[in-house]
């Protein structure tokens, strides 16, 4: 039980990280292999689509270079759920709710901006649980304007 | 200085040529004047001939005009397409945005269709209609479709209309040469923004705008050959944009695109902007297709396509997916500033706020931050329109004088 909700504050710390901009916090989560994928199904073109894959490194870049660019700057709250934890040796899967919702600077009104599944490989080989993997399925694919910063 | 109201209101000191009166970005009967005039008679891209690769496979497509379409694959491997309309009682024949229908049933009373839009069932048809009406009567009504440039789907709501290839002419000659093999769509994305499709349409017709993406300035306009781009003008309100070699190792985490594209030069990019608001977009490793469907004068739909080789191996397509998203992927460099600068346009033009004029001012002898194709868009904008786009309200507004040098 312990084990588990270690496992279950580390998703959520990585949403909070994130939530805060915290990146350096969010990276010192993950493992040096760590990689991140968003994933969408387009039944429109019938197909998966990848529309983020970073290593550790790419990740590091993104966040390095946001300051660089031109950004929307509403906050963005994530909502997690921790659903199913599957244990198998060193280390676990992980599968949860998501849902983003996006907070206007002007005048403060929140709307729910995307609801997605994340699916985690942790890894558990000894110290603290770390994030070896993230692929973030996302169910909503009108993302308006979009945005830099990933969920 | 700052403006008076007097002043602010004053048409800009260009020739009419060179700026527009923003309300052709917000009223409604303008709006409603360019479905008609603009869109229904224009050839639009619906899709991809990669989206419905086999017999039966279909693709629904809203036209801009607020009709529902089906492009469908039919038994002989010719793609038609028709209103997604029930000729009985009007109902939405098929609901999900693609799949497989050998007979397209509509489920409110079980009439089914055939790919070639004839009626081939109607359920109970004797017992209700005697010999007063039959499938033979109950069509579907076809619109016109045309394969071509690339391998997209084009549609054609005026049954009178001039071929694809007249309505195109020579616009994308420039990217003939890359299209020869055969195309695959591997990413799709809509984006509804609230702001005109125009404005869109403006962002890919100028290159001005780079000051808004960190990364064009670091691999394009910063680096040789940047200023040599040029814009050529065709008939019909298209425009292209001459290529130049981006230098990708210039933007931190970035690096050459390995993968290329067949005959065309490392790092190289064309544009060819077809009216009224579609965008071929060749940029290295990926061609990328946008069509802005406008959804009111402040609201606009853009369906983004990125497109590789049908031949790719997996290892090249992931590597164009890769160069893709980095730059227009929804979560991309650029897509998100580009998108993120027409809402503001939008939010800054829309009725009520004092919006007076948009300047397409600059001249620089048709290079890449010369205002021309957006200009060379407007006098054909202003043509099918009927209406001046510095005087859409027919005000009698004088030209004003040149300003001074």
């Not at chain 1, 919702?101 to 901006?113: K, N, S, V």
């Not at chain 2, 017992?127 to 009406?133: A, D, E, N, V």
């Not at chain 2, 990217?175 to 499709?197: G, I, W």
């Amino acid at each position: 039980m312990e084990q588990r909700q270690q496992i279950e504050e580390l998703v959520y710390r990585s949403c909070l990280a994130l939530d805060d901009r915290d990146y350096k916090g969010f990276l010192a989560l993950c493992d040096p292999g760590f990689r991140y994928k968003v994933m969408v199904y387009s039944p429109e073109i019938r197909k998966d689509m990848v529309w983020l894959d970073h290593d550790r490194a790419g990740m590091e870049t993104l966040f390095v270079n946001l300051p660089r660019h031109n950004s929307d700057h509403s906050p963005l709250s994530r909502h997690a759920t921790v659903y199913t934890v599957k244990v198998q040796g060193q280390q676990a899967e992980v599968v949860s709710a998501l849902q983003v919702f996006r907070t206007a600077l002007d005048g403060g009104a929140t709307e729910l901006y995307s609801v997605a599944r994340l699916i985690d490989t942790i890894k558990l080989d000894g110290g603290e649980p770390r994030l070896a993997s993230r692929v973030v399925k996302v169910e909503t694919r009108q993302l308006g304007f979009g945005s830099h910063i990933p969920f | 200085m700052a403006k008076t109201a007097m002043q602010w209101n004053a048409p800009p000191k260009f020739p009419a040529s060179h700026y527009v009166d923003s309300r052709i970005y917000t009223d409604q009967a303008i709006h409603d004047e360019e479905v008609e005039r603009l869109f229904k008679p224009s050839w639009i891209i619906a899709c991809h001939e990669s989206e419905i690769p086999s017999a039966y496979d279909y693709r629904l497509f809203t036209h801009p005009a607020g009709v529902p379409l089906i492009v469908v694959r039919g038994e002989d491997m010719k793609v038609r397409s028709f209103y997604n309309i029930c000729p009985h009682r009007g109902n939405t024949i098929l609901y999900d945005p693609a799949g497989n229908a050998k007979r397209m049933t509509c489920i409110f009373h079980a009439w089914s269709f055939d790919t070639r839009g004839n009626c081939i069932e109607i359920s109970r048809a004797e017992q209700g209609y005697q010999k007063r009406f039959c499938k033979e009567d109950a069509g579907l009504r076809e619109v016109k479709l045309e394969i071509g440039f690339g391998g997209f789907a084009w549609v054609n709501l005026d049954d009178a209309s001039c071929t694809l290839r007249e309505y195109i002419g020579p616009a994308l000659d420039v990217l003939d040469p890359f299209m020869q093999e055969p195309l695959e769509v591997f990413h799709f994305n809509r984006a509804v923004v609230n702001t005109n499709y125009k404005l869109w349409h403006d962002t890919n017709s100028e290159f001005y705008h780079d000051f808004v993406h960190y990364f064009n300035r670091i691999t394009g306009m910063m680096q040789p050959g940047y200023f040599d781009r040029k814009y050529t003008a065709f008939e019909n309100g298209h425009a292209s944009v001459g290529s130049m070699s981006i230098q990708y190792d210039k933007y931190e985490g970035s690096k050459e695109r390995a993968v290329g594209w067949p005959g065309l030069a490392p790092g190289g990019w064309y544009m060819v902007d077809l009216f009224p608001a579609m965008t071929y977009n060749l940029r290295t490793s990926v061609l990328r297709i946008d069509t802005a469907l406008p959804l009111g004068p402040n609201k606009v739909a853009i369906e983004f396509r990125g497109l590789g080789l049908k031949r790719d191996t997996p290892a090249q397509r992931a590597q164009r997916v890769f160069d893709h998203n980095t730059i227009w992927g929804p979560f991309g460099r650029n897509l998100h500033e580009d998108l993120l600068a027409v809402h503001g346009q939008g939010r800054a033009m829309r009725e009520g706020t004092g919006s007076r004029w948009v300047i397409h001012g600059r001249e620089e002898n048709s290079t890449i931050h010369d205002e021309v194709g957006m200009r060379h868009f407007y006098a054909e904008w202003s043509r099918r329109m009927g209406r001046k786009s510095y005087d859409p309200m027919r005000e009698g507004r004088p030209e004003p004088a040149r300003a001074a040098a």
